[in-house]
Structures are given as structure tokens and as C-alpha cells.
């Protein structure tokens, strides 16, 4: 580590008793014997010479080991609290049992206070041998004969690896003669046995030195330029599928997160996460500056993706599955076979907890692939919490597709047709009117031909006389298709349009179907597609607060396939079966 303010001096009643380290911005560790030393009932300080002319700041005892008074006593450790924090990056630990280089020797320094060195000192050590000592303590031995060598002042210093600067224990007795140059170092899976706190410091072996020292190099930064973020967003966005969840409370900070991923992630997959992780805080150095508010930016949409399916047992049940994705990447958030009339309640826990792994910084978008049957159901009318009935859409932008567009063929297709549509200002609106005299198969080469991108409904999907048409559009496939649920033979089904005759609506004057396609013409005239959701839920919102507005029941079909982690080259969903 570059910064070395983290050595501490401990005084005692304004003398220098010995020497300890900064473990987390307000607790410094020291050996008990170093505090016990020290004049009865004087007040505690700690002094970091490493800020020069920076006044002692206040401490008191708030934990021990259980130390018992003797030179040869267990537990030799003690826990100081400042009265502040310090605006100083804690020490870094090195994972357990770094201190002895096998067949090479590493090199260890210790950083002590004896007499005449006010400012402090360094020692070079070295660790005998892997064997602990009463099961307590490692045994150090000089690294030159010649060096400076332990003394009085030098208990409770940090023992730190010289080619990294991560901690391995702490000094905690030396030899009772100047002449044999040797001493005793407290190990940190020793010190975290005897205060429990110090283990999630600690981090696992899984991690190569150079990534701990990259990320940790880029946290202090973070730290010092003052960058912000949603620690635990940020974690869950690297986070793998077997990583463990982040603690209830969260992280307090930046730091705190890091500090869980070094030393609570092992086995395989570890590096790989750190690696994310690394990734993501330093992308947050390179957030590009907010785009003027007449010009904003495309939205990097995180979307989390409702995946609705029948049972295929015939009881009407859905098999429901919730996924975030963020970073290129699929989290499952929760599957399950859930009745009708549940999954509203079923969808609105699971968005809830997917929203902890999108991308920090993203838009978020709701989107429902959903059966055909399903296509028209006012999911964004769902309410948006429990404690809450705001609707969804009027929350989040909400979108929904059809099941049948997941297919790999249609994928492509769509794939390709939002290439073309990137950094498009806007498209036309290719009107599908109530009375459109057009055969089906007509307008699917008029939409391919045309390269058509947003077709927009006057009637429901269920109106008998353009059924035929919606199923057409869906599979040429359109990458937006737009209706209202109550428009001309909507929701009521009645085909009746505005005319109230109970004839097939022909699409004239005073039809419901025609005012929808003009209002939804003028209103996304000129919206880049990219921008339609967001468009959307601005046009929900007015839709909510008015009476009678036009929009009322809008349902937006939007499809951009390169949002989504391919389905057929991840985990197949609803792994179960029909009746299971």
C-alpha cells in the first residue's frame, strides 16, 4: 500500500506505551499489555505520526482477548475505539497464514515507538517457521543481525509484508536479551479468534495479491475523490449465481463492500467476481457527465424480464420466472408455478428484490414476455407494492412482448432490425385502422417491405376483424406494436367503436380506434425507439391524473433482443414438469 498513516502510536496518560493499527476508521488493535502498562485510570490516545503535527485523538477499551497478566498469557490483544473517525484508509490484512514464504523467506517489517523514536520506526523480521506456539503465536526472527531490533515500544505494531504492505499479525513480544534478536507475532487468524470482527477484515486465499491491491488502490481513490455509488447495487451487479447475498443492513460503504468480496468470497469463482466487482468501481471513474436536459441521453436500459408461461397442466396456472439483467449478464431472481389470481403478488415481490442487481447508475425497465392469450392484459395496471397501488407503469416504464418473439429466428430478425433503428430521431407510425381492408398477408410485406418499425392498433388484439392482423404483425415481426386495450372492439369486446351502432366499426369519423392512432401519431412523432418506454410512462402518468385521456389502457409492445441474455444459450427456465 502506498499510504502508511495507519500506524499508530498508543499513549497512556501522555506517555508512549507501544504502538498499534487502524482496522477500520475508528478502532485501532494494540496488544492488551501495551493498554494495562500504562498508568492506572489515565486516559487513552491514540497519535498517527504519519500525519505530522496531527493532535492524539481520544480512545477508550472496548474489547480485550481475555488476557490474563502474564508475559506467557493467552489473548494478548486489545480493541481501542477513537472518539471519531479518521479520514485515513485502514490498514490492509493479508489472507491467513501469508507470513512464512515456504522455502523463501518473506521479508516483514514492523513499525514501533521505543525510546527515542517518537516518530517511529522500522524493523526487518522475518517468521522462523509455519508453527504456531501454544497454538498463539508465530516466532520472529531478525532478518539481518544487525538491525534494529525489538524493544520496548515495539508491542502492538502491525507486521506487514514488504512487497505488498498487508498486515500478517502483530508484534507482541520480544526477546529478553539484546543479544538474541527474536520475538513472538500475533497471526490475524489468531487475532480474529480472540475478536471476532477482525475475521470479515481477513480476506480468503482465493484472491491474487495483485487484484486485492488493484481493488483496494481504487476504493482509496474513490474514497479521496469523493466518487458515490450504491454499494450494494454495485455488488449485486457482479455478484455470481453463488456468491452470497449481501448482509441485511447493507454496506456502509464502498469500502465495506470491497471488504465482503475479498473476504467472503472463495472457492473457483472468486477471482472472477473480484474482477467484476474491480470492474464496476472503476467504471464509476469514467461515468460520462449528465447530458444537457434539452438533449438527453439514450437510456442503458437494466431491464428485468417477467417471463409468463401456462403450466400446460390445464388448472391455470402460470410458471412464473423473475430475471434482472445488468452487465451482459442474467441474475434469477425467483421461479415458481403460481395460481392466476396470485401473480400480481407473486410478480411484485420479485421485481422488488431484482431491482437490488441492476446496474448502478442504468434506467430501469419492466418487461413481460408473455402467451399470446396474455398479450393484452393490463400488467402495467398491476400495483406497483404492496403498500402501494400506484400503478406500475406509472413507476417504471413498462413493456410487454410476445413468447413467441424469444424463438431464435425472430431474435434475429429483431436483432437486426434495432441495428437499423440505432440512433434513429424517430419513426413513422404505420397505422393499422379498425376497418382495414387489407389481407393479412398484405400487410406482412407491406411492414417487411417498408422496413415498417411501429405499428399502431385502433382496436384490441382480440377484435375479431383484425385478430388476424395483430398475429401477422407480431410475427413479421414488428420491433413496436402499439394499442389500447380500450380502444375501438377493446376491452369490452364489442367491435362498436365510437358509433355505438353495434356494427363493425369502419373506422370513420368519431371512431375511438382513428382518435387513438392520431393522438399516439402526434405523440411519438419524432421519439427515438430507444426512448418509447420512457415516453410511455410520462404518457401513463398524464393518462392516470386525467379523466377520459385518450391513453387510458395504452399497451406497448417493444422488443430489443439485445437487452437480453439469449435464452437458448443460457439455463432453459421452469425447469419442471407441467403438473411438477
Same mark, same amino acid.
Given at each position: 500500500m502506498r499510504s502508511a498513516e495507519w500506524h499508530a502510536r498508543v499513549e497512556c496518560g501522555g506517555e508512549v506505551v507501544g504502538a498499534g493499527f487502524l482496522v477500520t476508521p475508528d478502532t485501532v488493535l494494540t496488544c492488551a499489555h501495551v493498554v494495562h502498562d500504562g498508568p492506572p485510570g489515565a486516559p487513552l490516545a491514540v497519535t498517527f505520526t504519519e500525519r505530522p503535527g496531527s493532535p492524539p485523538v481520544p480512545a477508550r477499551l472496548v474489547a480485550d482477548g481475555g488476557w490474563r497478566g502474564s508475559a506467557a498469557g493467552l489473548g494478548d490483544l486489545a480493541v481501542l475505539r477513537l472518539d471519531r473517525e479518521m479520514p485515513i484508509e485502514p490498514a490492509a490484512l493479508a489472507p491467513a497464514r501469508s507470513a512464512h514464504g515456504g522455502h523463501t523467506p518473506r521479508k516483514l517489517l514492523a513499525y514501533g515507538f521505543p525510546v527515542g523514536f517518537d516518530e517511529g520506526t522500522l524493523a526487518e523480521y522475518r517468521v522462523t517457521a509455519p508453527q504456531l506456539i501454544s497454538g498463539e503465536w508465530m516466532q520472529l526472527e531478525a532478518w539481518q543481525t544487525d538491525g534494529q531490533p525489538l524493544a520496548p515500544g515495539f508491542s502492538g505494531a502491525a507486521v506487514t509484508l514488504v512487497e505488498t504492505g498487508e498486515v500478517v499479525g502483530m508484534v507482541t513480544a520480544a526477546a529478553a536479551t539484546a543479544e538474541v534478536r527474536n520475538g513472538r507475532m500475533m497471526p490475524t487468524e489468531v487475532m480474529a479468534r480472540h475478536w471476532p470482527d477482525l475475521a470479515g477484515l481477513v480476506p480468503t486465499a482465493d484472491h491474487r495479491t495483485a487484484d486485492r491491491a488493484r481493488l483496494r488502490d481504487l476504493v482509496e481513490r474513490a474514497d479521496r475523490d469523493g466518487v458515490r455509488c450504491d454499494p450494494v447495487r454495485l455488488y449485486r451487479a457482479a455478484a455470481g449465481p453463488l456468491d452470497p447475498e449481501p448482509p441485511e443492513e447493507g454496506f456502509a460503504s464502498l469500502r465495506s463492500a470491497a471488504l465482503f468480496v475479498l473476504c467472503e468470497i472463495d472457492g473457483g469463482d472468486a477471482a472472477a467476481t473480484v474482477a467484476r466487482f474491480t470492474a464496476r468501481v472503476e467504471a464509476l471513474f469514467h461515468r460520462p457527465a449528465p447530458a444537457p436536459a434539452a438533449a438527453p441521453s439514450t437510456p442503458a436500459w437494466s431491464p428485468i424480464l417477467v417471463d409468463l408461461r401456462h403450466s400446460g397442466a390445464g388448472d391455470g396456472r402460470m410458471l412464473v420466472e423473475v430475471s434482472a439483467y445488468s452487465g451482459g449478464r442474467r441474475h434469477p431472481v425467483g421461479s415458481d408455478t403460481v395460481a392466476s389470481e396470485r401473480v400480481p403478488a407473486y410478480v411484485q415481490d420479485r421485481i422488488e428484490a431484482a431491482f437490488g442487481h441492476l446496474t448502478p447508475g442504468s434506467d430501469e425497465l419492466i418487461a413481460f414476455a408473455l402467451p399470446r392469450d396474455w398479450i393484452d392484459r393490463p400488467v402495467d395496471r398491476w400495483a406497483s407494492a404492496p403498500d402501494d397501488d400506484v400503478p406500475l407503469g406509472c413507476v417504471y416504464p413498462v413493456v410487454v412482448t410476445d413468447q413467441a418473439r424469444r424463438r431464435a429466428g425472430a431474435r434475429h430478425q429483431l436483432t437486426r432490425a434495432w441495428n437499423r433503428l440505432d440512433g434513429t430521431p424517430g419513426i413513422p407510425l404505420h397505422r393499422v385502422e379498425c376497418g382495414t381492408p387489407d389481407e393479412p398477408r398484405r400487410l406482412r410485406a407491406r411492414l417487411r417491405q417498408s422496413g415498417a418499425c411501429l405499428a399502431g392498433f385502433g382496436t384490441a388484439p382480440a377484435a375479431p376483424r383484425t385478430r388476424e392482423h395483430f398475429d401477422t404483425t407480431l410475427t413479421a415481426p414488428a420491433p413496436v406494436v402499439v394499442w389500447s386495450r380500450g380502444g375501438c372492439g377493446g376491452e369490452d369486446g364489442t367491435g362498436t367503436g !365510437? &358509433?355505438?351502432? !353495434?356494427?363493425?366499426?369502419?373506422?370513420? #369519423? !368519431?371512431?375511438?380506434?382513428?382518435?387513438?392512432?392520431?393522438?399516439?401519431? &402526434?405523440?411519438?412523432?419524432?421519439?427515438?425507439? #430507444?426512448?418509447?418506454?420512457?415516453?410511455?410512462? #410520462?404518457?401513463?402518468?398524464?393518462?392516470? #391524473?386525467?379523466? !377520459?385521456?385518450?391513453a387510458h389502457g395504452i399497451q406497448l409492445l417493444w422488443d430489443d433482443p439485445r437487452l437480453f441474455t439469449d435464452p437458448h444459450t443460457e439455463t432453459a427456465p421452469h425447469l419442471r414438469t407441467p403438473v411438477s
Open positions: !365510437g &358509433a355505438g351502432s !353495434g356494427e363493425p366499426c369502419a373506422g370513420d #369519423a !368519431g371512431c375511438a380506434g382513428k382518435t387513438f392512432l392520431d393522438e399516439l401519431d &402526434a405523440c411519438v412523432s419524432g421519439v427515438p425507439p #430507444a426512448e418509447l418506454p420512457r415516453r410511455f410512462l #410520462a404518457l401513463r402518468e398524464e393518462a392516470d #391524473a386525467e379523466d !377520459g385521456h385518450w
